[in-house]
């Protein structure tokens, strides 16, 4: 990644729920990494490991416990003006999980989408406006003329690209794609995800794609981060990752994706993941450390050695 600009840059952040009780969450819990400019970053995990909270933290729809997120050097977190924070939602965008409840019902398509539009004051008459709405339709594999419809008359990956298309409307930099094909039929993923990837070629977009189908991540992904109960275990290029998991965690998940030969599927050992196998004692500094170039595993001085004899086997 030498050479590479660095976009997006969150550091220790930590999102903690019902602070000061009992029943204290740590959703996510002093997580750092970097996105660079033009890039895809996947974010896995297993549902509740704080992936999801990790991107709405991001982007501000929930204030940071702790940490900071740095976008393009400046902190999107703490006091900001009307106009700072207007400028950070113009250039992050988010396209959410759930189809069906992300767009407002009583509203019409052409509405939704050139909502970012009249806020930002992208359009100045009625008639740019709509232009800008059909353009954007087209562009996510719509007509014109579904802008005068409402969500209910769309199936779910049509409501999808309606998503997308409002998230482009304001000409953004960077999108959280927060689980955007779970909620599709199979049949429907990989045409959002190909529409995803040809929108990143075309206007040189960058994405934090947070997802659990690890199949479909490492087709989109440029480097994969692993969370884990709200920490950040394992992060490496995509390529990297599945062919050298090395924290235990990362290889229960990979395991766990099925493959299409039914005699290894049914012959093959899952690996299960038991925390316990690590075995810290309060004296170990445990953290993110770098086993090969570019591969991050979170792990002791002792694991880091283990780790590194093998990668040298691998090779």
Do not use: W
Not at 106 to 112: A, E
Not at 145 to 160: C, D, L, T, V
């Amino acid at each position: 990644m030498e050479g590479r600009k660095v976009l997006l840059e969150v550091k220790h952040l930590k999102q903690y729920f019902n602070q000061g009780k009992p029943n204290m969450v740590k959703a996510v819990d002093d997580v750092s990494f970097q996105i660079y400019e033009g890039e895809t970053l996947g974010l896995v995990g297993e549902s509740g490991c704080g992936k999801s909270t990790t991107g709405r933290t991001i982007i501000r729809l929930y204030e940071a416990t702790g940490g900071k997120v740095l976008f393009r050097g400046k902190d999107v977190h703490g006091k900001k003006s009307k106009k700072e924070l207007k400028e950070f939602n113009h250039k992050m965008q988010m396209i959410f999980q759930d189809p069906y409840a992300s767009l407002n019902p009583r509203m019409k398509v052409s509405d939704i989408i050139a909502e970012g539009i009249d806020i930002h004051g992208l359009a100045k008459t009625k008639e740019e406006r709509m232009e800008k709405v059909y353009e954007l339709l087209e562009t996510v594999g719509l007509s014109r003329e579904h802008a005068n419809r409402y969500p209910h008359e769309f199936s779910g990956g049509q409501r999808q690209r309606i998503g997308i298309a409002r998230a482009l409307a304001v000409q953004p930099d960077f999108i959280i794609a927060d689980e955007p094909i779970s909620a599709l039929d199979v049949s429907i993923q990989a045409q959002v995800v190909n529409l995803l990837k040809d929108l990143q070629k075309e206007k040189g977009l960058t994405y934090l794609f947070i997802a659990h189908d690890l199949s479909m991540v490492k087709y989109i992904s440029d480097r994969i981060g692993v969370m884990y109960f709200g920490k950040l275990v394992e992060l490496a290029t995509s390529e990297d990752l599945y062919d050298h998991p090395l924290h235990p965690y990362t290889k229960s998940l990979l395991s766990a994706i099925p493959q299409p030969d039914p005699i290894s599927e049914r012959l093959r050992k899952r690996t299960e993941y038991n925390p316990a196998v690590h075995g810290y004692t309060p004296d170990e500094e445990v953290k993110m450390r770098e086993i090969s170039p570019g591969h991050f595993v979170m792990c002791s001085e002792k694991e880091y050695n283990q780790y590194q004899k093998e990668r040298l086997v691998v090779k």
